[in-house]
């Protein structure tokens, strides 16, 4: 078989964003603007995004600092015990909200104001299900005394197939999957759920974050789990199957704030998100499925059309920048001072 050097990708969706707000944002969209037409935008803000209003006023906001480009950002809604179905009902109406996002309380990055029982956003639920609004879950547990590695296998087993059954016609997407468990489910559960997968769980596992010390750059939740893990996400991804697809799960934190007494959990790889992909891929000899997993699952599953415009990946061995700026802080990309083998021209 031929090395292949180069590929032409159909322009991709990022479908699992972080991009902050006010300035951090201005500094993070461009990266993402240069590969992704669409990214679902995650609501997680310190003031979560809760409300239809809310969504408009943060897809403006995104939209100014994209003002050069096509980039289309496409808003989520934040769960709280308190989401009414009146709720879902001007999520709706707005036209512009394409999914909402449950984190159970404590989760993860501003999740504090997230979901504290399940049973509390079933009136939300319904409507959504009701709507075809899809529902988008951080899947973990937090109870304390569940392991941090088993905690999304015990969402799966106790959280989510509950909820399948209470919810058939519910869209779900799981997402950034860590597990061959959730790989496992997924695979065989009904057309309805699906899962994203980001860069970063593809290429490490856990060994990653002890390489020679504590490194906070590589510590994010869902945690980065077992190699055997990280083959069944491998295979998941590079499968064909639609009920994959690309979630970079990029998370810009300050500097200070990761490398810090209690830092702050989150990779950031949207500045070489599609170059990341693409190695996990080679390695797995199926670059040719990277086309369906970045720019075709993720429309089919959302509703939406196909994008028009191509990317250009290369086969280059290139540096990634030691710092990105981050308004007036400091950014570290994933790999900082490190190599990437594939360039996006």
Request: aromatic share 8%; net charge negative; glycine share 4%.
């Amino acid at each position: 078989m031929s090395q292949i050097d180069s590929i032409i990708l159909t322009r991709p969706d990022d479908m699992h964003l972080h991009v902050r707000e006010g300035v951090a944002l201005k500094s993070v969209i461009p990266d993402t603007a240069r590969q992704f037409a669409r990214a679902i935008i995650m609501p997680n803000l310190t003031n979560p995004v809760s409300t239809a209003k809310m969504a408009q006023e943060y897809r403006d906001e995104i939209l100014s600092a994209a003002a050069d480009t096509d980039f289309e950002p496409l808003m989520t809604l934040y769960l709280t015990d308190n989401t009414s179905a009146e709720t879902i009902k001007e999520a709706v109406a707005s036209g512009i909200i394409k999914a909402l996002k449950l984190y159970p309380a404590g989760a993860t990055t501003n999740s504090d104001k997230g979901v504290t029982q399940i049973k509390n956003i079933y009136p939300a639920l319904e409507a959504m299900q009701k709507n075809d609004l899809p529902l988008l879950v951080h899947g973990e547990v937090t109870a304390p005394e569940i392991d941090i590695f088993d905690r999304e296998k015990v969402f799966v087993e106790t959280v989510l197939i509950p909820l399948m059954v209470d919810f058939p016609e519910l869209k779900i997407v799981l997402e950034h999957i860590t597990t061959a468990d959730a790989v496992d489910y997924v695979s065989s559960a009904p057309a309805t759920l699906a899962a994203t997968i980001t860069a970063h769980h593809l290429l490490m596992n856990r060994n990653a974050i002890f390489q020679g010390g504590i490194r906070p750059h590589h510590y994010c939740l869902p945690i980065l789990k077992r190699e055997t893990h990280r083959q069944a996400l491998i295979k998941a991804a590079t499968s064909g199957s639609p009920r994959f697809f690309l979630g970079t799960d990029s998370a810009p934190h300050a500097q200070n704030t990761k490398e810090s007494a209690c830092g702050c959990a989150g990779m950031y790889t949207a500045y070489h998100a599609m170059e990341l992909y693409a190695e996990a891929f080679d390695k797995a000899n199926a670059l040719d499925m990277l086309e369906g997993f970045a720019s075709d699952h993720g429309a089919e599953f959302y509703g939406l059309p196909y994008n028009k415009g191509s990317i250009n990946l290369q086969r280059k061995r290139w540096q990634v920048p030691d710092t990105l700026a981050l308004g007036d802080e400091k950014l570290i990309p994933l790999r900082a001072g490190e190599y990437c083998e594939w360039q996006l021209l």
